[in-house]
């Protein structure tokens, strides 16, 4: 798929920087709803006004101003023609999507979009699929297909070289289906037939979540068999990591394998949460609490992610990179201020810092 490239002097521009950046920084942003106006997101009333559009995408080019990432995964994207050019305003010259929304009564807007931007050239794009055979053989159907697509980026970094840098946005905890109250039935009627639905429609969702960070992995495993690039997962998971749901996405052991096997071969296709590898390096960091990415109600979650291979893994004596640094940007959902914060995001954007091995 092509890459969006400005010219050749950008190309030279970036290639100079690689002899110079001794760190890198990645973040994954849910930029909530970002869609430029006249158009509507899921509902003809939802419409961004002119002020109202112009203070969202004021906030998102203070972030990336004021951090600095140097690859971005984004997740509700709507508009990526508007994204490419805000984030081309602040430096980004290399961006991408593998897919658009779906628009309904030709001006209302569902099922957003993944996109990644990034300073450093991106070489290759594609959008996953998932294994059908495989999918087979976990008991769903030939035609399984991920809820939104999979965005893969190769993305040429720093002194690491090529680096597959995968964004997503899984499967929400919205139930797949629910159920409308009927007249014709009692209010305990309605109650009962609303609790099977949100049981059976919630684990459907489960089943879908889970299922599409399974088949992920596996085409992330068989890439990195062929190609034996670093990777990076990035973006919203809809779901904490220790819940069982999603913790085969960090699977470091193999059951009736021996520990000598497992050192030797299975640390290569393995995957780091970035917290738990700062954790693992930095002693001060032990004595902070992970904040969360994410508010409903009276209770949060950390939901959004960023895991590495062992390129990035301190403990790996192979190792390039070390994690220096993990941030959540808060601030607009713990104490927002209405000028600053209304037209921000519901999530935390969660940002990490490596640095070259010295």
Not at 107 to 134: G, H, M, N, T, W
Not at 150 to 156: D, H, I, K, S, Y
Not at 223 to 231: F, T
């Amino acid at each position: 798929m092509p890459v969006n490239k400005l010219s050749d002097y950008e190309n030279v521009q970036s290639s100079n920087e690689f002899v110079t950046h001794s760190q890198l920084k990645i973040a994954t942003f849910n930029l909530f709803n970002y869609l430029e106006p006249p158009f509507a997101y899921y509902d003809f009333e939802r419409i961004y006004s002119a002020p109202q559009w112009a203070k969202k995408q004021r906030w998102i080019g203070d972030y990336l101003d004021e951090f600095q990432p140097d690859v971005i995964g984004f997740q509700e994207v709507f508009s990526p023609e508007s994204l490419r050019e805000l984030v081309l305003l602040h430096g980004y010259h290399y961006f991408a999507v593998v897919d658009k929304p779906e628009i309904v009564d030709d001006f209302i807007c569902k099922s957003p979009v993944v996109a990644i931007a990034s300073r450093y050239p991106i070489k290759e794009v594609q959008a996953l699929k998932a294994d059908s055979s495989l999918a087979v053989a976990m008991g769903l159907t030939d035609d399984f297909s991920f809820s939104r697509k999979v965005l893969r980026a190769t993305v040429e970094l720093p002194h690491i070289g090529d680096c597959d840098c995968y964004v997503v946005h899984f499967k929400s905890k919205r139930p797949l289906f629910d159920f409308d109250n009927r007249a014709d039935l009692s209010a305990e009627k309605n109650i009962i037939e609303k609790l099977k639905a949100q049981v059976s429609g919630g684990w459907g969702a489960t089943i879908q979540r889970g299922s599409e960070a399974a088949l992920l992995l596996v085409n992330m495993i068989a890439r990195r068999e062929k190609s034996g690039l670093p990777m990076i997962l990035m973006g919203d998971f809809n779901n904490t990591l220790s819940d069982g749901v999603l913790t085969h996405l960090i699977t470091d052991s193999l059951r009736f394998t021996s520990k000598f096997e497992c050192d030797a071969f299975l640390a290569k296709y393995c995957l780091k949460d970035s917290w738990d590898l700062l954790q693992a390096t930095d002693n001060d960091s032990k004595q902070i609490t992970r904040k969360p990415t994410h508010y409903f109600g009276a209770t949060s979650s950390v939901l959004d992610y960023i895991l590495l291979s062992n390129e990035f893994d301190a403990c790996c004596q192979s190792s390039l990179f070390e994690l220096s640094e993990y941030h959540t940007y808060d601030r607009h959902l713990i104490n927002p201020i209405f000028d600053r914060d209304g037209e921000s995001t519901d999530h935390g954007i969660v940002l990490i810092t490596v640095r070259l091995r010295s």
